[in-house]
C-alpha cells in the first residue's frame, strides 16, 4: 500500500531564503510522485511531477524536487522564497488509482 | 477549456437536508475523484469512478453517494447532512492510462449547522 508522509506541518522562512518542503513515501512499486500547491481559497494546482524520468525534476515557479530512491524522498526546494510562495504544498504519490496525498505542509513566508 | 467545474460554491444546511455537489470536467478523463479537505487532515478521498458506469469507495464514503452521470458529470449527495460534514469538498479528474495527474476543480465550501 502507499503511503505519504510530509514533516512538519508549518515552515516558516524569510523572503529570499532557501525553502526546503519535506516528503517521504512508502510505496512497493517505483511511484509516480506529485507536488501540489494549494493558495487560499483556491483548488490545487500541479507544482511537478516526477514519472520515472530524470531524478530531478523542475516544476513552475522555480520549484524542483529531487527524487531519491535509497531514502524513499521527494522533497521540495526552491532556492529563495517570495511572499507569493506562501501556501499550503501537498505531495502525492501514485503506484495505483487513486493518488494518495500527505496532509499538507503550509509554507509561511515573512518579509 | 474550462477544466473541472463544481457547483455550488458555498452552502449552508441545516442538519438533516440534502444535497448534491455538481462536479463536471471538458478534457474527457476517465477517471473522477471527490475529495474533503479539512485542517489538519488533508485530503481525504470519498468516492471515485474509474471509468464511466463505475463507482468505488474511498476512506471516508459513509453519509454520501455518487453518481457518474456520464463521461463528464460526477455528483455527490448528502442525503441527511450533519455538522461533522462541514468541509470543503473538491472535485478531481484524471486521464488515465499512464497519466496520474489530477486535476482539480475550484472547491465548495459546505457548512452544516
Known amino acids: 500500500a502507499q503511503s505519504v508522509t510530509q514533516l512538519g506541518s508549518h515552515v516558516s522562512v524569510s523572503e529570499g531564503a532557501l525553502v526546503l518542503l519535506r516528503c517521504n513515501y512508502s510505496?512497493?512499486?517505483?511511484?509516480?510522485l506529485f507536488w501540489y500547491v494549494q493558495y487560499p481559497n483556491q483548488g490545487l494546482q500541479l507544482l511537478l511531477k516526477?514519472?520515472?524520468?530524470?531524478?530531478l525534476v523542475k516544476g513552475i515557479n522555480g520549484f524542483e524536487a529531487e527524487f531519491k530512491k535509497s531514502e524513499t524522498s521527494f522533497h521540495l526546494t526552491k532556492p529563495s522564497a517570495h511572499m507569493r510562495d506562501a501556501a499550503e504544498y501537498f505531495c502525492?504519490?501514485?503506484?495505483?488509482?487513486?493518488?494518495?496525498f500527505g496532509k499538507g505542509t503550509m509554507l509561511l513566508v515573512s518579509p | 477549456n474550462a477544466g473541472v467545474t463544481q457547483t455550488p460554491k458555498f452552502q449552508v444546511l441545516k442538519t438533516g437536508q440534502s444535497m448534491t455537489l455538481q462536479c463536471a470536467q471538458d478534457?474527457?478523463?476517465?477517471?473522477m475523484y471527490w475529495y474533503r479537505q479539512d485542517p489538519g487532515m488533508g485530503l481525504r478521498l470519498i468516492y471515485y469512478?474509474?471509468?464511466?458506469?463505475?463507482?468505488d469507495k474511498g476512506e471516508v464514503p459513509n453519509g454520501y453517494n455518487v453518481s457518474r452521470l456520464n463521461k463528464r458529470e460526477f455528483s455527490l449527495r448528502l442525503e441527511s447532512a450533519a455538522p461533522s460534514q462541514t468541509s470543503v469538498y473538491f472535485c478531481?479528474?484524471?486521464?488515465?492510462?499512464?497519466?496520474?495527474?489530477?486535476?482539480f476543480g475550484p472547491g465548495t465550501r459546505l457548512t452544516v449547522t
Open positions: 478534457m474527457n478523463h476517465n477517471s
Open positions: 516526477y514519472t520515472s524520468a530524470a531524478t
Open positions: 469512478s474509474a471509468s464511466e458506469g463505475t463507482t
Open positions: 502525492a504519490v501514485s503506484e495505483e488509482y487513486p493518488l494518495t
Open positions: 478531481a479528474s484524471v486521464e488515465g492510462g499512464d497519466s496520474y495527474e489530477q486535476y
Open positions: 510505496s512497493s512499486v517505483p511511484p509516480y
